[in-house]
């Protein structure tokens, strides 16, 4: 019996200790990153408290609209710890989106370290995400005032479907959420990734698979 309470316990301490390690409480008032250093940690080192400045929790910007005028007809602005250092160990992000009228897509992608949760400023976006297997769609159309959550890691997607210009505000969970585009990462990598993978995997010919790789390869 007392081999077994001393192994429960141990094995407690065990997944608490990393519990504490994945998801560290700051230890300070503030650290704020340190972008010119060379110094490699998971994250940014902090800069000196006495070379702190309020411009270091200030970002001016997110009032301007995005070019939308690209392919895609839509533009993404993040404010992340390389735009904000005193976002640094705060685990927070935001992004202003701006989407072209009729057809501004921001495409399938993931943000593999944050969740994110949008909201509608103006105009109207039809948005969804995809769980895991079962790959199981979860849709709804936005208008002003609306708000969705896409849970970290998820693919998940905006496309503005109405007659004006949407412009959205996203709060996302880390100070350098990442992003994974689909598109680009499998049909654009460097290097490529084998036609034959690709052709086999979507089911398509060699020669469309290499048309894409040339279109996301630019």
Avoid at 24 to 31: E, R
Avoid at 35 to 60: A, M, R, W, Y
Avoid at 164 to 192: C, H, K, R, W, Y
Avoid at 198 to 208: P, R, S, Y
Wanted: hydrophobic share 45%.
């Amino acid at each position: 019996m007392a081999s077994n309470t001393w192994f429960l316990l141990t094995l407690l301490a065990f997944v608490f200790s990393q519990a504490i390690a994945s998801y560290p409480s700051p230890l300070q008032d503030f650290c704020v990153a340190d972008n010119t250093s060379q110094v490699l940690v998971n994250g940014i080192v902090c800069k000196n408290s006495n070379d702190v400045k309020p411009e270091d929790f200030f970002f001016s910007g997110l009032d301007k609209a995005g070019d939308t005028s690209g392919k895609l007809g839509s533009s993404v602005n993040l404010v992340n710890v390389q735009k904000l250092a005193g976002l640094n160990t705060l685990g927070i992000s935001i992004a202003r989106l701006d989407f072209a009228p009729y057809g501004g897509l921001n495409p399938p992608h993931i943000h593999p370290r944050a969740t994110e949760v949008l909201t509608v400023l103006e105009g109207t976006l039809y948005v969804g995400l995809v769980t895991s297997n079962p790959n199981k769609l979860f849709a709804k159309v936005l208008n002003k005032g609306d708000v969705y959550v896409f849970p970290q890691g998820l693919i998940h997607f905006q496309f503005n479907i109405g007659p004006v210009p949407t412009v959205a505000i996203a709060g996302l969970g880390s100070q350098n959420p990442g992003v994974f585009t689909m598109a680009n990462a499998v049909f654009g990598s460097n290097a490529s990734i084998s036609d034959d993978v690709l052709a086999k995997a979507f089911q398509l010919d060699k020669k469309t698979v290499d048309r894409l790789q040339a279109q996301f390869s630019t």
